[in-house]
């Protein structure tokens, strides 16, 4: 049996559940949203599309953390009601399967390399990137808008 090499990490829940009390407090920057559409409004801590009618919050969120040369922060969102951790993380989410580029970082950080998954999806990206002995971690991300999706991590 082929198991997975890597392990999916979404955010954790303490940064779901700063951004749910900054949201309530009115931080100009946490804004309530209400999905319209069933695949506009992914949540990065339960890893699942918001049904439309499901309240979000976007805000922004530090992928590549400040002081580097690739440091990053970009708008994510998550469910506005507490939600169960992505907790299957030897499984790719079969929610984001499509339309995802994949990037490998490297020890400080660097981008290494990236590639849109198309074909096999992104597991098969994801594994020959890890089994780079540069790759530090990977970023998973829409291909169409940019946003941060989850990190993968190897096992
Ligand atoms: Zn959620």
Same mark, same amino acid.
């Given at each position: 049996?082929?198991?997975?090499?890597?392990?999916?990490?979404?955010?954790?829940?303490?940064?779901?559940?700063?951004?749910?009390? #900054?949201?309530?407090?009115?931080?100009?920057?946490?804004?309530?949203?209400?999905?319209?559409?069933?695949?506009?409004?992914?949540?990065?801590?339960?890893?699942?599309?918001?049904?439309?009618? #499901?309240?979000? @919050?976007? *805000?922004?969120?530090?992928? @590549?953390?400040?002081?580097?040369?690739?440091?990053?922060?970009?708008?994510? *969102?998550?469910?506005?009601?507490?939600?169960?951790?992505?907790?299957?993380?030897?499984? *790719?989410?079969?929610?984001?399967?499509?339309?995802?580029?994949?990037?490998?970082?490297?020890?400080?950080?660097?981008? @290494?390399?990236?590639?849109?998954?198309?074909?096999?999806?992104?597991?098969?990206?994801? #594994?020959?990137?890890?089994?780079?002995? #540069?790759?530090?971690?990977?970023?998973?991300?829409?291909?169409?808008?940019?946003?941060?999706?989850?990190?993968?991590?190897?096992?």
């Amino acid at each position: 049996m082929k198991t997975s090499s890597f392990r999916i990490v979404p955010i954790r829940t303490k940064i779901a559940q700063a951004a749910r009390r #900054e949201a309530e407090a009115g931080a100009p920057d946490h804004v309530f949203v209400t999905a319209d559409s069933p695949n506009g409004y992914p949540c990065r801590h339960c890893l699942r599309w918001a049904q439309s009618g #499901e309240r979000m @919050i976007l *805000f922004p969120f530090a992928a @590549i953390a400040l002081g580097r040369p690739y440091s990053e922060s970009g708008p994510i *969102f998550v469910h506005a009601e507490p939600c169960e951790r992505y907790a299957t993380t030897h499984e *790719f989410p079969q929610a984001f399967r499509k339309g995802r580029v994949v990037r490998a970082y490297n020890s400080q950080h660097a981008i @290494i390399a990236a590639e849109v998954a198309n074909g096999d999806g992104p597991e098969a990206v994801i #594994e020959r990137f890890l089994q780079q002995p #540069e790759t530090a971690f990977v970023h998973v991300r829409s291909a169409s808008h940019g946003c941060y999706t989850m990190e993968v991590e190897r096992l």
